[in-house]
T-cell receptor, first 117, second 112 residues
Framework: GAVVSQHPSWVICKSGTSVKIECRSL??????MFWYRQFPKQSLMLMAT?????????EQGVEKDKFLINHASLTLSTLTVTSAHPEDSSFYIC?????????????FGAGTRLSVL | LAKTTQPISMDSYEGQEVNITCSHN???????ITWYQQFPSQGPRFIIQ???TKVTNEVASLFIPADRKSSTLSLPRVSLSDTAVYYC?????????????FGGGTRVLVKP
């Protein structure tokens, strides 16, 4: 299957700093990428849909000024957690959508573990 | 978005076949059924996708009845490394709305 690379895999930062997470589709172009958040023992929660060349669409309850998304190319989307606080500590996962015949498939990155001190 | 319901957990033994059934009563005409596997601290891994009848790949089989209100993921001869959470998702394609809404998934524990 297609490969999605996510970087970094793990980051620790101080409260108040900003953290950028990159998501790349390595062997296909993705006009649409998605960002998820997952707390321990819970399921993935969709945060936003990232569209190449346009503004991201955020899910209800997700602060767009807090979680800045940029999708500057067909293979790269970034999520910046601004002024991070301990409650932002979580596992962040991106996915990229590949059209596959009649359906389409989202391929996921390995995830980024964010710990805010 | 069609809601899915699947067992919270299942136990099995090495070498057995594991079948996980997912209910999606309000699936739409243009919705596809997709299954993912997730290990702790990793992103979900695509297993299989189908629209109707039966789909098989090198990893699993997906059985979808004619009414499409449910689907069954079949994992043949599981091993310890198949212990994971398995998610069933239903979503449309492109403009029809293909956001994935993850439910709780099924925790499969494979015992020796």
């Amino acid at each position: 299957g297609a490969v999605v690379s996510q970087h970094p895999s793990w980051v620790i930062c101080k409260s108040g700093t900003s953290v950028k997470i990159e998501c790349r589709s390595l062997d296909f172009q993705a006009t649409t990428m998605f960002w998820y958040r997952q707390f321990p023992k819970q399921s993935l929660m969709l945060m936003a849909t990232s569209n190449e060349g346009s503004k991201a669409t955020y899910e209800q309850g997700v602060e767009k000024d807090k979680f800045l998304i940029n999708h500057a190319s067909l293979t790269l989307s970034t999520l910046t957690v601004t002024s991070a606080h301990p409650e932002d500590s979580s596992f962040y996962i991106c996915s990229a959508r590949e059209l596959a015949g009649e359906g389409d498939i989202q391929y996921f990155g390995a995830g980024t573990r964010l710990s805010v001190l | 978005l069609a809601k899915t319901t699947q067992p919270i957990s299942m136990d099995s033994y090495e070498g057995q076949e594991v079948n996980i059934t997912c209910s999606h009563n309000n699936i739409a005409t243009n919705d596809y059924i997709t299954w993912y596997q997730q290990f702790p601290s990793q992103g979900p891994r695509f297993i299989i996708q189908g629209y109707k009848t039966k789909v098989t790949n090198e990893v699993a089989s997906l059985f979808i009845p004619a009414d499409r209100k449910s689907s069954t993921l079949s994992l043949p001869r599981v091993s310890l490394s198949d212990t994971a959470v398995y998610y069933c998702l239903v979503a449309g394609r492109e403009a029809a709305g293909n956001k994935l809404t993850f439910g709780g998934g099924t925790r499969v524990l494979v015992k020796p």
